[in-house]
């Protein structure tokens, strides 16, 4: 057995002089299904019990998406962006993430593991790049359910009738959107902690009783938007002065929008992190994953039309929308904010309940990998739940809601988001058309780089070039060169992988245009936002360069973790299927 780099401050320095070689040697290293099935798996000591079932999956998808998106993104994304066409905007994203989820889908049935997209990239373009999306997926559910945390509380405070700034504490020598003290979302998502790591099976059962309760508050406040509202608010705004129509800020408002509203997705990323505890994860994950995704999309484009029928877009409230839309009528209906208070802090309950199951999944996982503390992989025997990284992370979650205001928070989810998405959509291409060891990769590499640059270029002309012919003949060039470059490699590079139980229908294609369709929402967020996000990724390299990589290569001197293995992807299926499916 090696010794340890950080046994001793000597030991660390003389690891530290090694760096360029581990480097060189840990940050490709690639995993296999059979390995993050058996023995990295192995490495939490207490396995996680098989109880969920397709109806459960559907359930927290469902309750993971719902509350997070329509009750505190919509009112931002209606009033700054797309006005009365958001409805369009959740229509884009929930295409982008279906196309998503198909990806997310067959990773999950081929290699049912908590790790989620962490684990997809491990085993397709190494540990440094699932590092780098692990690090950018908890601290996304760590900083969106500090938001939605948040906006609990402003919908608490409207279903009694107290303003949410009488429960919050203002601190006058803070900067501006750390200031406002918020103790109710500590106390939630402390107690929401607690539920799950006492059990998963009962935290869906929970779940489901709390969608269901939140589902028929959703139908309530559709029917009575619908009935109440008036159509001359999707094209008239309140001031005169202010842009009209449907499209008040134009198509790039409307994806400025769908990048916005993105955060609302997340809750079926959450989904796939439980196929571990699936019972059937060929039949249940398929159904599961995407058919939650579905019954949102659809749940968010008829809330967005009943919350723009009853507001002009120029008079909704960016924190509560919904509630703050009956607040203070004089007709007889101001009862029904509070009702909606009611249902929205029901969703965002679950919301935060499948996002902080998911959250402490992801941390469990990178923690079997050894790039942080092995600490955060240990399963309790008693609970069969990763409590040490449920606590750790609900902690953290629980001290940046207490200060953090949503609007600080919400750009940089939607980054970390769509960067995590994008990735898992190269990974799928990928794995299907390189056999590691045993193809050549650069056909498949070059593919994704140049199709990739294609994407950014286009997004940039439609983000800078000033409208006209000139920009529009701009777009046509640039959309039949992606396309040309598409079939080009459809037609010249084999599949080398065929899924054995569920694959991503016409591949190339669906996984491609999610590619595209990410890069273009990425193109829409704004500066402040890519900058946060570069500052974020230098600190996770930092902490690769300075402790992951140090530590992998310590396991992997101890036998923990396994080298790369040729020729994996013609051995692995059978021992995948007899790991898996074994209940």
Same mark, same amino acid.
């Given at each position: 057995?090696?010794?340890?780099?950080?046994?001793?401050?000597?030991?660390?320095?003389?690891?530290?002089?090694?760096?360029?070689?581990?480097?060189?040697?840990?940050?490709?290293?690639?995993?296999?299904?059979?390995?993050?099935?058996?023995?990295?798996?192995?490495?939490?000591?207490?396995?996680?019990?098989?109880?969920?079932?397709?109806?459960?999956?559907?359930?927290?998808?469902?309750?993971?998406?719902?509350?997070?998106?329509?009750?505190?993104?919509?009112?931002?994304?209606?009033?700054?962006?797309?006005?009365?066409?958001?409805?369009?905007?959740?229509?884009?994203?929930?295409?982008?993430?279906?196309?998503?989820?198909?990806?997310?889908?067959?990773?999950?049935?081929?290699?049912?593991?908590?790790?989620?997209?962490?684990?997809?990239?491990?085993?397709?373009?190494?540990?440094?790049?699932?590092?780098?999306?692990?690090?950018?997926?908890?601290?996304?559910?760590?900083?969106?359910?500090?938001?939605?945390?948040?906006?609990?509380?402003?919908?608490?405070?409207?279903?009694?009738?107290?303003?949410?700034?009488?429960?919050?504490?203002?601190?006058?020598?803070?900067?501006?959107?750390?200031?406002?003290?918020?103790?109710?979302?500590?106390?939630?998502?402390?107690?929401?902690?607690?539920?799950?790591?006492?059990?998963?099976?009962?935290?869906?059962?929970?779940?489901?009783?709390?969608?269901?309760?939140?589902?028929?508050?959703?139908?309530?406040?559709?029917?009575?938007?619908?009935?109440?509202?008036?159509?001359?608010?999707?094209?008239?705004?309140?001031?005169?002065?202010?842009?009209?129509?449907?499209?008040?800020?134009?198509?790039?408002?409307?994806?400025?929008?769908?990048?916005?509203?993105?955060?609302?997705?997340?809750?079926?990323?959450?989904?796939?992190?439980?196929?571990?505890?699936?019972?059937?994860?060929?039949?249940?994950?398929?159904? *599961? %994953?995407?058919? !939650?995704?579905? /019954?949102? @999309?659809? $749940?968010?484009?008829? =809330?967005?039309?009943?919350?723009?029928?009853?507001?002009?877009?120029?008079?909704?409230?960016?924190?509560?929308?919904?509630?703050?839309?009956?607040?203070?009528?004089?007709?007889?209906?101001?009862?029904?904010?509070?009702?909606? *208070? %009611?249902?929205? !802090?029901?969703? /965002?309950? @679950?919301? $935060?309940?499948?996002? =902080?199951?998911?959250?402490?999944?992801?941390?469990?996982?990178?923690?079997?990998?050894?790039?942080?503390?092995?600490?955060?992989?240990?399963?309790?025997?008693?609970?069969?739940?990763?409590?040490?990284?449920?606590?750790?992370? *609900?902690?953290?979650?629980?001290?940046?809601?207490?200060?953090?205001?949503?609007?600080?928070?919400?750009?940089?989810?939607?980054?970390?988001?769509?960067?995590?998405?994008?990735?898992?959509?190269?990974?799928?291409?990928?794995?299907?058309?390189?056999?590691?060891?045993?193809?050549?990769?650069?056909?498949?590499?070059?593919?994704?780089?140049?199709?990739?640059?294609?994407?950014?270029?286009?997004?940039?002309?439609?983000?800078?070039?000033?409208?006209?012919?000139?920009?529009?003949?701009?777009?046509?060039?640039?959309?039949?060169?992606?396309?040309?470059?598409?079939?080009?490699?459809?037609?010249?590079?084999?599949?080398?992988?065929?899924?054995?139980?569920?694959?991503?229908?016409?591949?190339?294609?669906?996984?491609?245009?999610?590619?595209?369709?990410?890069?273009?929402?990425?193109?829409?967020?704004?500066?402040?936002?890519?900058?946060?996000?570069?500052?974020?990724?230098?600190?996770?390299?930092?902490?690769?360069?300075?402790?992951?990589?140090?530590?992998?290569?310590?396991?992997?001197?101890?036998?923990?973790?396994?080298?790369?293995?040729?020729?994996?992807?013609?051995?692995?299926?059978?021992?995948?299927?007899?790991?898996?499916?074994?209940?």
């Amino acid at each position: 057995m090696n010794s340890s780099s950080f046994s001793s401050f000597r030991a660390y320095l003389r690891a530290l002089s090694h760096t360029p070689t581990r480097l060189a040697r840990r940050a490709l290293s690639v995993s296999t299904s059979y390995d993050e099935m058996s023995q990295v798996r192995a490495r939490s000591g207490t396995s996680m019990r098989k109880t969920l079932r397709w109806y459960d999956l559907v359930s927290l998808g469902i309750g993971g998406m719902v509350g997070a998106g329509v009750f505190v993104t919509t009112g931002h994304a209606t009033r700054l962006y797309a006005g009365p066409a958001v409805l369009l905007s959740y229509a884009i994203a929930g295409f982008c993430a279906l196309l998503s989820a198909f990806c997310y889908t067959e990773f999950a049935v081929d290699m049912p593991v908590a790790g989620g997209a962490f684990s997809y990239l491990r085993v397709t373009f190494g540990e440094f790049a699932a590092f780098m999306t692990g690090a950018n997926l908890v601290v996304d559910y760590v900083l969106s359910n500090a938001a939605v945390a948040r906006g609990f509380t402003a919908y608490l405070g409207t279903a009694i009738g107290i303003s949410s700034a009488k429960w919050r504490l203002t601190v006058p020598s803070l900067p501006h959107g750390f200031n406002e003290i918020d103790v109710v979302a500590v106390a939630v998502v402390l107690l929401i902690t607690l539920v799950i790591c006492y059990s998963t099976r009962e935290s869906s059962v929970m779940n489901m009783i709390l969608t269901a309760l939140h589902i028929l508050f959703i139908a309530f406040v559709i029917m009575v938007g619908f009935w109440k509202g008036s159509w001359k608010n999707f094209t008239e705004p309140a001031n005169p002065q202010n842009p009209g129509g449907f499209f008040p800020h134009g198509a790039a408002g409307v994806f400025k929008g769908a990048a916005a509203v993105y955060l609302s997705y997340i809750g079926y990323d959450a989904v796939s992190t439980m196929a571990e505890e699936v019972r059937d994860p060929v039949r249940d994950i398929p159904v *599961g %994953v995407s058919g !939650s995704v579905v /019954i949102v @999309t659809v $749940l968010y484009c008829l =809330m967005a039309a009943s919350m723009t029928k009853l507001l002009p877009y120029d008079m909704i409230n960016a924190e509560a929308p919904f509630s703050a839309a009956f607040s203070g009528k004089s007709d007889g209906w101001g009862w029904v904010s509070r009702v909606i *208070g %009611v249902g929205a !802090s029901f969703g /965002i309950l @679950t919301s $935060l309940l499948v996002a =902080m199951l998911g959250q402490a999944r992801y941390m469990c996982v990178i923690g079997r990998s050894n790039v942080v503390p092995s600490w955060f992989a240990r399963v309790h025997p008693g609970t069969s739940t990763p409590v040490n990284a449920s606590a750790f992370l *609900g902690i953290f979650t629980a001290a940046i809601a207490l200060f953090t205001d949503l609007d600080v928070l919400l750009n940089l989810v939607s980054i970390g988001t769509l960067f995590v998405f994008y990735m898992v959509a190269n990974a799928v291409i990928y794995r299907r058309y390189v056999a590691t060891g045993t193809s050549n990769p650069w056909p498949t590499l070059s593919f994704l780089c140049s199709f990739s640059f294609t994407a950014i270029m286009f997004t940039l002309i439609w983000k800078f070039v000033p409208t006209g012919g000139a920009k529009a003949g701009m777009l046509s060039v640039s959309g039949v060169i992606a396309i040309a470059i598409l079939q080009l490699f459809h037609c010249m590079v084999p599949q080398v992988r065929k899924p054995e139980f569920w694959g991503v229908p016409f591949m190339p294609w669906i996984p491609s245009i999610s590619i595209f369709l990410n890069v273009f929402l990425l193109g829409s967020l704004d500066g402040p936002s890519y900058i946060r996000f570069g500052f974020f990724s230098a600190v996770a390299v930092l902490f690769y360069v300075f402790y992951s990589v140090h530590a992998s290569f310590d396991a992997e001197g101890d036998g923990s973790l396994a080298e790369k293995v040729g020729g994996e992807i013609h051995v692995e299926s059978k021992e995948i299927e007899d790991q898996s499916f074994k209940v």
